[in-house]
């Protein structure tokens, strides 16, 4: 894994060099055509015969040929590479995002990781594509034109040649100054963003305190110092975007005026000025390039940058060398477990201990921001955990295969994300592929089957926009499945029922306790209903271990798990669900 | 971040004459602008075909005479027509700019002003992504259209056409043979403009399925992780940037098959007239200057043709920008009545609902069949487990969604018969997250309404007792906040919200108490400030608070879209039924923090 953009342009180098040379047989070719016009014209000023006119014509004909030919060559070449090379920035920047832990993702946005992959590779791809292949060309072009053009007259190509550096002074000078613009520019618009993001989101708010006009006035006044921006980048552009038409206007005049005088002398035949002419015309785009390419380098290295930020990030969580698969039979030990997400910050668990035994079912329990979560996801080892805290049979989860401890669990995660595929890839997500009957097994065990059903194809009924849109309920139990397919030998449950109605969801719990015989079950639930048949409940509050029982044991003491359980017997009697 | 992720759709219809007509009217205010733009772009294209028509003159009447003094006269009128040239097309690009930027400034007013018009159930079906993406990076595309786009078409087809022209009064034999090559220019642009719509879409469809596998994975990194499938992942992701590369290179294969192929028909045309013209040269029928002139136009000719297909693709994707736009401009308003002369008349503030049902979506009723009324002046707290139904008399109260059956009175009078700015304009809303918007406290507080002076800012934050927090800050009432600024406690955040509220000086006062617990301190001060709202207006706490609902005339007990039971906290407290109940299960032990 690299992260510097020439080590992936690297392996490209004979493709590179394979283009450069392309690239000069292009241009010899394609300037070889206005030479051949200069013999034609001075030969039609004497005198010239039949043959000499086909010949005339089939050589600038077959020159363009060829050309084309290496022309579509070089392209192919230079231009294929760059996104060869985006390629593999491409693969090797998935590759890394998927090893890098939970810890990440909750530092880094979503959107700022794609606009990276998208924005920002554009600029470097861009470059190592578009940029090269124009820096190659002008440097050829400029070479082998400067000299043809003193070939053909000196003192004409010294005087043509003269406005050229003011030129590139004053292009210079305002290039910054619309860079600088378009740089205002970007500015006004993303104040333009933020303010219909506000908008939108605090929208019932600008409604119930009918804030709408002064919105509209403000959000005027926003686009008003963006088109103000715009018209001040559109006066420069006014007046740099013309000086590229002017630039060949006065070559021209200049070959007309010194260059007329020269053929006047007889120091230059007409064919000479002709073909002068067309050099100094071919040296022109180039030139202007020049500048939009040295920009594309500038910012393809500060987005290279960018990306290589991401590349520098270690995977934190990553096998130990002498990692190797074992089976996973789930005797589960946590001893004085203390976690905190940053290190500045404070405390979510502190000196939690217990243990659970192999087919044991647990139930997790607590106020909101306990640490419940936070503790499940360490026994998943999401985020980084110190050494000798949590032990999977016996063994240090540190010392354990990164892969061996994930197949062997089945977690079912408070959020209910699926992936836009169809219904049957979601549940077989953890193993692949599934048979019809596996996937029925399992949907059944949810409760799911029935609605699946129901779906237009089954189990190859699409989700999302593309297709079915489920219910909370129904997303939830497609997670439960999901969680189960594989046959872990530990289950573990976020708060996995909470859009599923009480019956339910105590088919679904018991459910699980019959097919899963064997695996260790450990539920985090805000329920006593669903919990109280556990063989063990763990109460956690403000990131300690209050209390380890029976639901009876519990109860029969005072502490959170007690004044859970009046409140549940409440709950009951006004017919209502508990609230988290 | 400019760049919105997943197209939605990436079927792009080409031409739409009826958008394009849409399109067309958004211009027509700048009629004037659009003529001068017009006119000077002929006047640029035209100038641009003088010179090979003079280098045409200098050879035939100066240069081959050996007259310097003539030449020079022609140098010096080719500087005029340089000059000429350089402010011609200053003015084109001013212009242009101009109509295409204040065009689409209007549309984009008018857009958000046309979204402020829509009911609060839009905004529950569409994410705000979506809406923004509308305002902002839609109407920049078919900004570049009118810029960059549509107006050069236009040159650059005024000067092929002219070149035509000229080249037929030049010598129309001539002419003809160098246009010989034209039906297979024709043919060979329209064969590769096919192509190229093929390409360009395929690669909108494979960016779009890259971003989207990467905005999934990425949002869903955690169940990759979990069912250990990050091998699978990257093989999936493998192909599909392979099916992303393998687009691009069809593309690039394209470009580098059409461009030479372009430059070799304008080289045939070239050769034709070294071949043809030198006859004719011979034959005397034909100046050497005027065969030079002929080079140098086709050359002209030749160029803008690559670019065309190009230009042909922001057209593409112009048509897609503004037919998403129009459909959002399309999309129906909150209904409303107009304002009259009576509108600026201040409610009493008495709230009658009679036998309201209500549901947000189908039949999935969230109220039934509820009855009750509030006098003017009374204050009553609404309690009930989550999902009782009490959040949604707010959005009803504050008619942002339209009932089933019933009817809701306010001074006797259907809600729905006073305009809706009226109607806002009575009742002070607190909602439960109170938003804060990046800016200023003041303008956070004023939500930028002018005519409020800081005097008044100061004592109503004065009075909700927040001014303590904003004078400790640097720049007080400047102070930035949001996501940008200094970041907010959740007890600041209502106390400011409360301020807001004050000023607004609202006949009907409807708070949603925050849940989230507060420290002591500020909890005390959220009491005193609450109590400073409820004075002299009707009110209607959804409480939370048990302090609040000692200080209510009447508490109503919502229970599964009903109301169950009705009275001040000591007559239900004593019948020990739902209130009893839900005031045990809320108050007690679990919400510690709250002193009773």
Avoid at chain 1, 43 to 68: C, M, N, P, W
Avoid at chain 1, 277 to 299: C, D, E, H, K, S
Avoid at chain 2, 324 to 344: F, H, I, N, Q, W
Avoid at chain 2, 376 to 381: D, F, H, L, S
Wanted: hydrophobic content about 45%; proline content about 2%; some cysteine.
């Amino acid at each position: 894994m690299g992260n510097s953009i020439k080590q992936y342009m690297k392996p490209y180098l004979p493709r590179y060099a394979a283009g450069f040379f392309l690239l000069i047989l292009t241009n010899a070719f394609a300037l070889f055509v206005p030479w051949v016009l200069k013999y034609a014209i001075d030969d039609l000023r004497e005198e010239v015969t039949h043959q000499k006119l086909v010949l005339y014509a089939s050589a600038i004909v077959g020159a363009t040929f060829v050309q084309g030919f290496f022309r579509f060559l070089s392209r192919q070449t230079l231009l294929k590479s760059s996104h060869m090379i985006q390629f593999d920035i491409l693969n090797d920047y998935f590759g890394h995002l998927l090893r890098l832990p939970m810890s990440f993702y909750d530092k880094n946005k979503t959107g700022d990781l794609i606009s990276l992959a998208t924005n920002d590779l554009k600029s470097v791809r861009m470059m190592s594509g578009v940029g090269v292949m124009n820096i190659m060309n002008t440097l050829i072009i400029v070479t082998l034109t400067f000299l043809l053009l003193l070939m053909l007259n000196v003192k004409l190509t010294v005087l043509s040649l003269l406005p050229f550096p003011f030129i590139a002074i004053f292009v210079k000078r305002y290039s910054a100054l619309i860079h600088k613009g378009y740089k205002s520019v970007q500015e006004e618009f993303s104040k333009i963003n933020t303010k219909v993001h506000e908008n939108v989101s605090g929208i019932r708010v600008i409604k119930a305190y009918t804030g709408h006009e002064s919105e509209i006035n403000d959000f005027e006044e926003r686009c008003e110092s963006y088109l103000t921006q715009n018209m001040r980048i559109a006066k420069l552009w006014g007046t740099v975007f013309p000086l590229i038409g002017a630039l060949a206007g006065i070559g021209t005049l200049i070959v007309l005026w010194v260059g007329g005088g020269e053929v006047i002398g007889g120091r230059l035949t007409i064919g000479e000025l002709v073909a002068f002419n067309a050099y100094l015309a071919m040296l022109l785009w180039p030139m202007i390039a020049l500048g939009w390419v040295l920009t594309l380098f500038q910012r393809s290295k500060v987005a290279m940058g960018r990306i290589s930020r991401i590349f520098d990030v270690e995977p934190e969580i990553a096998d130990i060398d002498d990692a190797s698969d074992t089976e996973i039979f789930g005797d589960i030990k946590i001893e004085d477990l203390s976690f905190s997400y940053t290190p500045e910050a404070s405390l979510v668990l502190k000196d939690v201990s217990f243990e659970i035994k192999r087919g044991e079912k647990v139930a997790i329990v607590g106020p909101t921001g306990a640490g419940k979560t936070t503790l499940i996801n360490l026994i998943a080892r999401l985020y980084k955990v110190d050494d000798a805290k949590i032990f999977i049979d016996g063994k240090d989860i540190n010392s354990i295969n990164l892969k061996s401890l994930r197949q062997s669990i089945g977690f079912v995660p408070q959020e209910t994300f699926l992936f836009s595929d169809t219904i049957g890839g979601n549940i077989a997500f953890g193993v692949g592929t599934a048979s019809k009957e596996e996937l029925e097994k399992y949907a059944k065990i949810s409760d799911l089957l029935e609605n699946i059903e129901e779906f237009p194809l089954n189990f190859d009924t699409y989700l999302g926009e593309r297709g079915v849109n489920l219910s909370g309920g129904q997303k939830q139990r497609t997670t439960i499945s999901r969680g189960i397919i594989h046959n872990p030998n530990i289950l573990i449950l976020d708060d996995a029922t909470s859009n599923v109605d009480v019956i339910t969801e105590e088919r679904i719990v018991s459910r699980l306790e019959r097919e899963m015989t064997g695996s260790t079950l450990i539920m985090v639930s805000h329920r006593i209903a669903t919990v109280m048949s556990f063989d063990r409940i763990v109460v956690i509050k403000e990131g300690m271990v209050e209390a380890v029982g029976t639901h009876d044991e519990l109860i029969g003491r005072p502490g959170t798990y007690k004044e859970m359980y009046k409140r549940y017997l409440i709950y009951k009697e006004l017919d209502l669900r508990e609230e988290g | 971040m400019r760049k919105r992720f997943i197209e939605e759709d990436t079927h792009i219809k080409t031409y739409d004459s009826k958008l394009a007509r849409r399109l067309l009217q958004e211009i027509a205010p700048y009629r004037r602008q659009v003529i001068i733009a017009f006119v000077f772009l002929v006047m640029t294209s035209l100038l641009s075909l003088v010179g090979p028509y003079l280098i045409k003159v200098a050879i035939d009447e100066y240069i081959a005479n050996n007259d310097m003094a003539g030449l020079i006269n022609i140098v010096i009128f080719f500087v005029g027509v340089l000059l000429l040239q350089y402010i011609t097309a200053y003015i084109r690009i001013y212009y242009t700019q101009y109509v295409g930027q204040k065009s689409m400034y209007s549309l984009r007013v008018k857009l958000f002003s046309h979204i402020q018009k829509l009911p609060v159930s839009f905004f529950d079906r569409n994410p705000v992504g979506r809406v923004m993406t509308r305002v902002t990076n839609d109407i920049e595309v078919l900004n570049e259209l009118f810029s960059a786009g549509v107006i050069t078409i236009f040159g650059d087809l005024l000067m092929l056409f002219g070149i035509i022209v000229l080249l037929l009064f030049l010598n129309y034999k001539l002419a003809l043979v160098a246009f010989s090559v034209l039906p297979l220019l024709v043919f060979i642009t329209l064969a590769f403009r096919k192509i190229m719509r093929e390409s360009y879409r395929n690669t909108r469809e494979k960016t779009a399925k890259v971003n989207s596998f990467l905005q999934e994975n990425i949002t869903g990194m955690k169940i990759v992780q979990l069912f250990a499938r990050e091998s699978n992942r990257h093989k999936n992701f493998t192909t599909i940037n392979e099916e992303y590369k393998n687009a691009f290179f069809k593309t690039i294969t394209a470009y580098s098959l059409f461009f030479p192929m372009i430059e070799l028909l304008g080289s045939i045309s070239i050769a034709l007239i070294i071949y043809y013209g030198g006859i004719q040269l011979l034959g005397e029928k034909l100046t050497l200057g005027a065969l030079v002139a002929f080079v140098e136009y086709l050359r002209k000719f030749f160029v803008p043709i690559r670019y065309l297909t190009e230009k042909y693709n922001i057209l593409q994707s112009a048509m897609a920008s503004s037919e998403r736009v129009y459909k959002l401009l399309d999309a129906a308003t909150e209904e409303d009545v107009p304002m009259t002369a009576e509108s600026g008349q201040r409610f009493r503030g008495e709230i009658e609902f009679k036998d309201v049902s209500f549901a947000y979506v189908d039949d999935e009723y969230v109220l039934k069949n509820i009855s009750f009324k509030i006098n003017a002046g009374e204050r009553v707290a609404f309690v009930g487990a989550t999902g009782a139904g009490k959040t949604s008399i707010i959005n009803l109260i504050s008619a942002f969604y339209k009932i089933q059956k019933g009817e809701i009175l306010i001074d006797g009078r259907d809600i729905y018969s006073y305009p809706k700015e009226q109607l806002r304009k009575n009742l002070g809303v607190v909602l439960q997250d109170v938003f804060i918007f990046s800016g200023t406290i003041l303008e956070n507080i004023t939500l930028n309404k002018k005519g409020i002076s800081l005097e008044q800012v100061e004592r109503a934050c004065n009075n909700t007792y927040v001014c303590d927090f904003i004078e400790k800050l640097p720049k007080r009432y400047g102070e930035l906040v949001g996501e940008r600024g200094a970041v907010l406690s959740a007890g600041q955040r209502q106390l400011l919200s409360f301020a807001r509220v004050l000023i607004y000086n609202p006949t009907v006062l409807i708070l949603d108490e925050a849940t989230s617990t507060v420290d002591p301190h500020t909890e005390y001060l959220i009491q005193k400030a609450t109590e400073k709202l409820m004075e002299k207006r009707t009110s209607i706490i959804i409480a939370h608070r048990l302090s609040t609902i000692q200080n209510v005339d009447r508490i109503f007990v919502f229970h599964k879209g009903c109301i169950v039971e009705i009275g001040t906290h000591e007559e239900l407290y004593a019948q020990k039924g739902v209130y009893y109940k839900l005031h045990q299960l809320q108050y007690k032990n679990f919400t510690s923090d709250v002193k009773e």
